[in-house]
Nanobody, 123 residues
Framework: QVQLVESGGGLVQAGGSLRLSCAAS????????MGWFRQAPGKERDLVST????????RYADSVKGRFTISRDNAKNTVYLQMNSLKPEDTAVYYC????????????????WGQGTQVTVSS
């Protein structure tokens, strides 16, 4: 049984930082595209960032570019999202995703989801 378990969410003041982790179990995702989506109340689930198997190709939504950094450790079957200079508009539930298919921004193309972790940024 495949599981993606996120951790690291919480409440932070604007300008602060959080680091999200997503640990996968049940199979290895060493050759898969992995990523992070987020969903704010009343809004669609949006792509935040993706990373290829080696970490050599990382992509970001324009809204987080320069502030967020995605990385992965294939030996630990884990993907990370370092979030700096957080803004109130970053408030959302963040979901780890594995086995993304093109177009990566289409959440219906995701093979596996984590349960989500809440990130709240206060002003």
């Amino acid at each position: 049984q495949v599981q993606l378990v996120e951790s690291g969410g919480g409440l932070v003041q604007a300008g602060g930082s959080l680091r999200l982790s997503c640990a996968a179990s049940g199979r290895t995702f060493g050759t898969s595209i992995m990523g992070w989506f987020r969903q704010a109340p009343g809004k669609e689930r949006d792509l935040v960032s993706t990373i290829n198997w080696s970490g050599s190709d990382t992509r970001y939504a324009d809204s987080v570019k320069g502030r967020f950094t995605i990385s992965r450790d294939n030996a630990k079957n884990t993907v990370y999202l370092q979030m700096n200079s957080l803004k109130p508009e970053d408030t959302a539930v963040y979901y780890c995703a594995a086995d993304l298919r093109v177009p990566y921004s289409d959440y219906r193309k995701v093979g596996y989801w984590g349960q989500g972790t809440q990130v709240t940024v206060s002003s």
